[in-house]
């Protein structure tokens, strides 16, 4: 496992570079996601299945982010057979475009079908750079309320799948889905929502197939 320093992109046009990358992405048939979240909503806990399921059909990559750890990279090594590369960034709270490419520079696109970017965990900062992902997703955790909609709208605006964790406590906390599902698609009504539960593995096939339908559309 490799920990990438990645530095603060020197593009002034972050979205201009973001489109390069996506564009170098389709012409290397590598579908890239990125994965957003608050932390403890559960990123990890529902990217190790993910990785495992994908790998049965897919050469996948993981780069992890941070501001300072590889607590979530060491996760990932030792619980699936992905590449996975940590990257650093040096405090900052999110990732843009350049950083990504250096990214995937070091994990290695050649022989890397989907990979997928765990951003810094919060609702905020990542929502405001485009990474030059494929796909946005989010995760939001039960235990976090289901006002999130209103409080962060952009991170809802820009995400193509929303992804609902830890349902299996939905009897334990005052969390209305059928709310969270009013709100979210007020901000986005493509937004496509799942709930889950990564722990029982409840509701994690169609979120498997939404996902696996967008790679393939993607490496046509």
Known sequence: MKVIEV??????NNDKDAASLREQLKGEKT????????PGSGK????????????????VGVMEADIDSDVDAWTIADKTKAKVVQLHTGGMC?????????????????????????????????????TGAVKNAMILSVPEGHDKPL?????????DALIINKIDVL???DFDMDKVKEYAWKRNPNLKIFP?????????????????????????
């Open 94 to 130: 999110h990732l843009d475009a350049d950083m990504t490419r250096q990214g995937l520079k070091e994990l290695g696109t050649e022989d890397v079908d989907i990979a997928i970017l765990e951003n810094v965990g919060n609702l905020v900062c990542p929502a405001e750079f485009d």
């Open 31 to 38: 579908f890239l996601l990125n994965l957003m979240s608050s």
């Open 196 to 220: 889950i539960s990564a722990k029982t593995g409840e509701g994690m096939e169609a979120w498997y197939s939404w996902l696996k339908e967008e790679a393939d559309k993607w490496m046509k």
């Open 7 to 12: 530095k603060r992109s020197i593009f002034e």
């Open 151 to 159: 409080k962060y709208p952009l991170i809802f605006t820009v995400c």
């Open 44 to 59: 990890t806990s529902t990217l190790v299945p993910t990785v495992n399921e994908l790998l049965k059909d897919y050469r």
């Open 171 to 173: 009897p334990y906390f």
